[in-house]
């Protein structure tokens, strides 16, 4: 009889091996005969959070491991960021769904609290929790709420707050310090129901007690003017603002102006510097700390075409203050639009996410928008750009001498016709004033289009009524010479009449067409003469590119015949080879990189102004990406949404779609995305 091979088991006495393996208990296994690399790997998969710190707590060997660990998430996150090897991970409400479902801790009945889509929030992590105030929703209003996400569970939850709340806002500050929350400025959309809210922006400064859960409205003399987008760090006790759009004398402008805040005392103050050399003034910048007597500036937005990409950094370690400005490398490689874009700093690096430079507007189609015509019912499209300098009025051409060629007006925005000043505000042009500028815009164009196409059509009815055609002489020769200036007529013999043939008046019809056709530059969606090259604003940059001329086009038959008689040599080259000789295989074509409109990864190396080596001059190195900055499972496109440092991984949470803030209603999101390192394999 067969005896039980279990030796672990002492308790063991069965004498058949089938009996055995049906009634004896397995035996218990101990995670601690694993070695220390296997123990490793499989609190890769805990979360590095809370359930990372309780295994700390076994024994002092996993003590031991899981500080290895999580100094090994840093360096491979760091290693991960130079080298592009990252991936993204979602947490959508459908991941939350199904792992509720899995996982249930919540009473049966009661739906799970999920955040709701917003942008322009504020988002910190303290410990093991990511908290998220307010921001702007999907239908042009503004939150006041507070959310805690538990990065352990993974789950969203709104804490029952007390005290005085803040007001509902988007684009305001949120710092940590100790166990609180320092929250400062921000905006409100107006509210398109009554009770009408203005739009307006706030200097109210909160703290919120994250072990009592209650706000605490604060407010002293000086502080700073109503504010939002600036940007915001701790050090040491001290908060440090700058930048922001502001209100000063009932004006809005953008700031460079530094505030303090004495976080102990609650008190506000602004530093001296050395010198007028400071950053110029912007909204939406990125703010790293990078100790407690510098902090790094770098981008944001000064208005209308003015994005900056530059870096500033504040020296604190003085009474007066100083700001230097740091030289950008490899800037090609760099991020643009980071106004609007989240950043954060991972030790020696600042990663940034936003649209790549390589990819963006050259292979999208640009959305055509429609207004309502001024003066008409039909609809006609907005038109990008200057406004199309209209051709010279009709009397000033018919007092050009034969020969002479017609001056051009000037080529500037705003430029007016002589019938425009005498108009003043009784014609169109001064009923349009009132209008908006778009209106306005769309006005003037119709006005001008409307007066030549009047003076073209009275002059070609003068010429068929009089047959006043002595001016224009026949002409022969290309289309394209009809462009040219008339040339002088012979000197008639003394005496003579003038004749007048039936080739003056086709030449003085063909110049009369041209003059109609002309008119039309004023409109561009109408199309313009069969000879010249027509460029649609809206059609894509990629194809918008002048035709071929006939030398071209002969050279390029030349070569395509050339190319031919090379594939035909070699065609006969293979078929004369020897049998026995195996053709060589072609190399499958590589995939072509899908084009798409997603997040890209940029990172900067920010190892010099940490070490400021006396030996080198500090400044920014931005690396070179790999894939343009796309990483496996990369999120859609989005703006105005919060980028945070975990342990081991980056934190992105909610923004909108650009192209749907014009929209009655936004696309926003509250899914969570998750950068970190692959797992390795063992």
């Known amino acids: 009889m067969a005896t039980c091979n279990r030796k672990l088991n002492d308790n063991c006495d069965n004498t058949a091996t089938t009996t055995c393996l049906t009634k004896c208990p397995p035996p218990a296994v101990s995670l601690n005969v694993l070695p220390d690399e296997i123990l490793e790997f499989i609190f890769t998969y805990l979360p590095p959070y809370g359930d990372l710190e309780h295994c700390s707590l076994v024994c002092k060997r996993w003590q031991l491991i899981v500080k290895n660990l999580v100094r090994r998430s840093q360096l491979n996150l760091e290693k991960g960021l130079a080298d592009f090897r990252l991936r993204w991970e979602v947490f959508s409400q459908q991941t939350a769904a199904s792992l509720e479902a899995n996982f249930p801790s919540i009473p049966t009945g009661m739906p799970m609290p999920i955040i709701a889509g917003r942008f322009a929030h504020s988002a910190v992590r303290l410990g093991n929790s990511m908290y998220v105030f307010g921001g702007g929703s999907s239908s042009d209003t503004t939150f006041n709420d507070l959310w805690r996400f538990d990065l352990t569970h993974m789950r969203w939850s709104r804490p029952l707050a007390t005290g005085t709340y803040p007001s509902p806002k988007g684009s305001a500050s949120m710092v940590a310090w100790r166990d609180k929350l320092v929250l400062f400025g921000g905006w409100r959309y107006p509210s398109l129901h009554p009770p009408y809210q203005p739009w307006c922006l706030f200097d109210e400064l909160h703290y919120y007690d994250l072990p009592k859960d209650r706000w605490l409205a604060r407010n002293s003399l000086p502080c700073p003017p109503p504010m939002a987008g600036h940007s915001a760090s701790v050090h040491g006790n001290s908060m440090i603002v700058f930048g922001g759009y502001q209100i000063k004398d009932d004006v809005n402008v953008n700031s460079n102006d530094t505030w303090v805040l004495d976080l102990d005392e609650q008190r506000w103050w602004q530093p001296i510097f050395v010198g007028n050399t400071r950053p110029a003034p912007r909204y939406g910048q990125i703010q790293v700390e990078l100790d407690k007597q510098h902090l790094l500036i ?7 075409n003015r994005v900056y990409t530059d870096a500033w950094l504040l020296d604190m370690t003085r009474d007066a203050w100083c700001w230097k400005q740091l030289n950008v490398r490899n800037k090609h490689f760099g991020a643009v639009h980071m106004w609007c874009n989240p950043g954060c700093r991972v030790n020696n690096y600042l990663v940034v996410v936003g649209p790549s430079p390589k990819m963006p507007l050259d292979f999208q189609i640009m959305k055509q928008s429609r207004v309502p015509a001024v003066g008409g019912n039909a609809l006609r499209f907005a038109g990008l750009g200057q406004v199309p300098a209209p051709p010279p009025p009709f009397y000033q051409q018919q007092q050009q001498q034969p020969g002479q060629r017609v001056p051009l ?19 169109r042009f001064g009923a349009a004033a009132a209008l908006p500028p778009q209106e306005q815009y769309l006005a003037n164009r119709r006005a001008i289009l409307d007066q030549n196409m009047q003076q073209a059509q009275q002059f070609m009815h003068n010429n068929n009524v009089n047959n006043n055609n002595n001016n224009y002489q026949p002409r022969s020769g290309r289309l394209s010479d009809l462009h040219s200036p008339p040339a002088a007529a012979p000197p008639a013999a003394p005496g003579a009449a003038p004749a007048a043939s039936d080739g003056d008046a086709d030449a003085a019809q063909r110049l009369q067409r041209n003059l109609a056709l002309r008119c039309r530059d004023n409109e561009p969606l109408l199309p313009k003469r ?22 071209a086009s002969r050279d390029h038959s030349e070569r395509i015949r050339r190319m031919e008689e090379k594939m035909n040599a070699i065609r006969n080259s293979r078929r004369s080879a020897p049998a026995h000789v195996e053709p060589q295989t072609l190399r499958a074509p590589s995939p072509k990189r899908v084009r798409c409109n997603v997040q890209s990864l940029f990172v900067c190396d920010i190892s010099s102004l940490l070490q400021r080596d006396a030996n080198s001059e500090p400044g920014l190195d931005w690396v070179e990406y790999k894939n343009f900055g796309v990483l496996s499972g990369a999120p859609d496109r989005l703006i105005l949404s919060s980028l945070i440092a975990g342990n081991g991984e980056l934190i992105l949470f909610g923004g909108v779609h650009k192209e749907t803030l014009t929209d009655i209603t936004h696309h926003v999101s509250n899914s969570i995305h998750f950068l970190s390192v692959p797992r390795d394999i063992i």
């Open 298 to 304: 770098v981008g944001g937005c000064g208005g209308a």
């Open 530 to 551: 069969f000879d010249e090259h027509y460029e649609d604003p809206f059609r894509m940059a990629a194809f918008n590119v002048p035709g071929r001329s006939r030398s």
């Open 409 to 427: 007006p000037e080529r500037r925005p705003g430029a007016m016709l002589p019938e425009q000043h005498q108009r003043g505000n009784n014609g």
